[in-house]
């Protein structure tokens, strides 16, 4: 089992920023792949970036060069820092665990932190 809670949500202008947190618990954090998703009103929730246990990291295009994720493995957390931040990313973003090798894969969700992107 392992537990997420994320943190660092809120309200921010258009071209401002902000880091989100995802503090995991509850087993082996090193071994999992960690992402970060969203969801708007209205939509499908969607990948925003991943990165795997030796820090690979994955972007959707449309935050390529603006959102940066990264993980703390002694600190059993993965962060999202966001710049330049447009309405359309307004939306609940989401925190998400996978263990790299166990099959099936299973996959763990926190309880979403809201970004509002708004003037």
């Given at each position: 089992q392992v537990q997420l809670v994320e943190s660092g949500g809120g309200?921010?202008?258009?071209?401002?920023s902000?880091?989100?947190s995802c503090a995991a618990s509850g087993s082996i954090f090193s071994l999992?792949?960690?992402g970060w998703y969203?969801?708007?009103p209205g939509k499908q929730r969607e990948l925003v970036a991943t990165i795997t246990s030796s820090?690979?990291?994955n972007y959707t295009d449309s935050v390529k060069g603006r959102f940066t994720i990264s993980r703390d493995n002694a600190k059993n957390t993965v962060y999202l820092?966001?710049?330049s931040l447009k309405p359309e990313d307004t939306a609940v973003y989401y925190c998400n665990a996978a263990h790299e090798l166990l099959r099936p894969r299973y996959d763990y969700w926190g309880q979403g932190t809201q970004v509002t992107v708004s003037s």
């Open positions: 309200l921010v202008q258009p071209g401002g902000l880091r989100l999992y792949a960690m969203r969801q708007a820090h690979s990291t820092q966001m710049n």
